[in-house]
DNA sequence: GACCAGGCACATC
DNA sequence: GATGTGCATGGT
């Protein structure tokens, strides 16, 4: 029988053997990373990027300058990723933290410890465990391991993790608990279960041609969120 | 036309 | 504490 962490590594083999690097996060700089994090919420990278493109063409890529923008301007600009009244908002917490408590400069992040990043990130209104630490794993290069509803579905129907036993802390303490904290890791390994999840296990999951499907595998596991 | 997408906050029980 | 619902565009 093997360990968790084996199970883990085989995963992670088996995703990167099949795929290749996945050249994770899309985006330039830090701010723009992090502003990808709160438009993605539940939304395809596609239409992000046309929202992000259209604050880019804008010149608003810059916490200070977006921080700056009438709302209604932010809600068009933001259209094309949905939701996008309530995004507004959320953007705009975010860059009301960041301008006033670091001078709209993500560099001044650098010098807060992860935890304390963590719980000020969460107390952002419109940031949750999952935007908070991909801002943490992709933007601040912490060692933080990001865990999504594509997650979930690997491990529950791989059988490292029980469907009733399913949260995010949970979830991602299988990761941290089996791994060791490697930011390189972390980032291509989530990005290779994103990757396996879109193409192959779907809610109505495709796994024939999924990498994974040499490993011990449950097709009549609910493939859940 | 239905389903899905790299969540989160809030209401209700 | 657990469960349900609103939020919205764009691709398949």
Redesign the pocket.
């Known amino acids: 029988m093997k360990t968790t962490r084996e199970q883990l590594l085989d995963i992670y083999h088996l995703l990167l053997d099949a795929f290749g690097p996945q050249h ?3 985006g330039e700089t830090p701010f723009e990373i992090a502003l ?2 709160i438009l ?8 992000v990027e ?1 929202a992000i493109a259209n604050l880019k063409a804008a010149g608003l890529l810059d916490a200070n300058r977006l921080h700056a923008l009438d709302m209604e301007q932010l809600e068009t600009l933001i ?9 507004a908002k959320r953007l705009r917490n975010f860059t009301t933290w960041l301008c006033d408590r670091y001078e709209g400069d993500m560099q001044n992040l650098e010098a807060v410890a992860t935890n304390r990043l963590r719980e000020e990130l969460l107390a ?9 630490d ?1 801002i943490l794993l ?1 933007a601040l290069n912490r060692p933080v391991f990001v865990v ?3 997650t979930a579905r690997v491990m529950v129907r791989h059988g490292l993790i029980a469907p009733e036993e399913l949260d ?1 802390s949970r979830l991602q303490d299988l990761f941290t608990s089996n791994l060791e904290p490697d930011v390189p890791l972390f980032n291509e390994f989530h990005a290779l279960l ?1 990757r396996a ?2 193409d192959y296990c ?3 999951p495709k796994c024939e041609a999924c990498p994974l499907a040499p490993l011990p595998h449950r097709i009549d596991v609910e493939c859940a969120d």
């Not at 259209?79 to 995004?87: I, L, M, S, T």
Request: charged share 20%; net charge positive; proline share 9%.
């Open positions: 994770w996060w899309p990808g994090a993605t919420q539940n939304t395809s990278w596609s239409n046309r259209r094309p990723a949905g939701y996008f009244r309530v995004k952002i209104s419109g940031i949750g465990p999952e935007t908070a991909s992709y999504d509803t594509y995010y994103v999840g879109k779907k809610p109505r």
